[in-house]
């Protein structure tokens, strides 16, 4: 029984070891701007945030997305995202 506490809990650190990881190479990676005739290669997304100045906006904010490529190597776009959060229509 403690080797099965052990097995399992050596696994949830090497998740959290390997999300930390990622995390810091996202950081480190050059954000590029999203254009219209990019070809994304997008594996697996890591990572979205909304770049708002309030906490309820109408209109148009920035957004950044972290993913990996098919390759393994972490990315970082920034585009335009539609936020409704803070319209009263």
């Known amino acids: 029984m403690k080797t099965m506490k052990l097995i399992l809990a050596m696994t949830v650190f090497a998740s959290a070891a390997t999300a930390m ?3 810091n ?3 480190t ?3 590029k701007s999203y254009r219209y005739s990019m070809n ?3 594996a697996e ?3 979205v945030e909304y770049l708002r ?3 309820a906006h109408c ?3 920035p957004a950044r997305m972290t993913y990996k490529d098919s390759s393994g190597a972490i990315g970082v776009i920034e585009y335009l995202y ?3 959060t803070g319209c009263t229509d």
């Open 25 to 27: 190479n996202a950081e």
């Open 59 to 61: 209109g148009v904010i």
């Open 45 to 47: 997304l890591i990572k």
């Open 29 to 31: 990676s050059e954000v």
């Open 21 to 23: 990881a990622e995390t």
């Open 82 to 84: 539609p936020d409704t």
């Open 53 to 55: 100045s309030a906490p």
């Open 40 to 42: 994304l290669d997008i």
